[in-house]
């Protein structure tokens, strides 16, 4: 009975663990400092071909130096293992309560898009952030993703015993 709800309880936390971070100012987030080392002309030479938009702004070593580039995909890279690991939890949610798997993974991934909404909407709250329509559309993806990792995890569980 108790194992019913340790995913509640896990996803509980893990939304609170989200909220936090989304509490956080650019600045308390920055890593920058520490990747500064890389801001050297062999790292630029490096990355200096590579750029593209996002959320209507050049991403390049050119325009964030080597550091900025490199913590852009940092950040995005937490951004999808966050919301992998929410997703995951709210599926697990959602199967410990409802049996039909085509309403529990739709379920979730509505969960996943609202949250990862309503965590866009309160960085616009937080000073130093930019809520952006990409970030929700980079975390719903990495919720799909731990939706589905959950599904065949499960699965290949089922076809070894």
Known sequence: MIQRYIFPILLVMWAMVIFFFSSQTYEEQS?????AQFDTPYWYERLEGISF?????????????VS?????FIRKGA?????????????????SFVRNAVVAVSG???????????????????????????????DAFGGL???FGLLLFNRWRKRRT
């Open 79 to 95: 951004h999808f293992l966050i919301f992998f690991v929410f997703g995951l939890l709210t599926l697990g949610v959602w199967r």
């Open 31 to 35: 890593i920058t400092p520490f990747l």
């Open 53 to 65: 938009m996002y959320g209507g702004v050049e991403v390049s070593a050119h325009t964030a130096g």
């Open 108 to 138: 979730a991934l509505v969960c996943v898009v609202f949250y990862a909404s309503a965590d866009e909407l309160h960085q616009r709250l937080t000073g130093g952030r930019t809520p952006l329509l990409q970030d929700v559309l980079l």
């Open 68 to 72: 900025g580039f490199l913590e852009f």
């Open 145 to 147: 993703v731990g939706i």
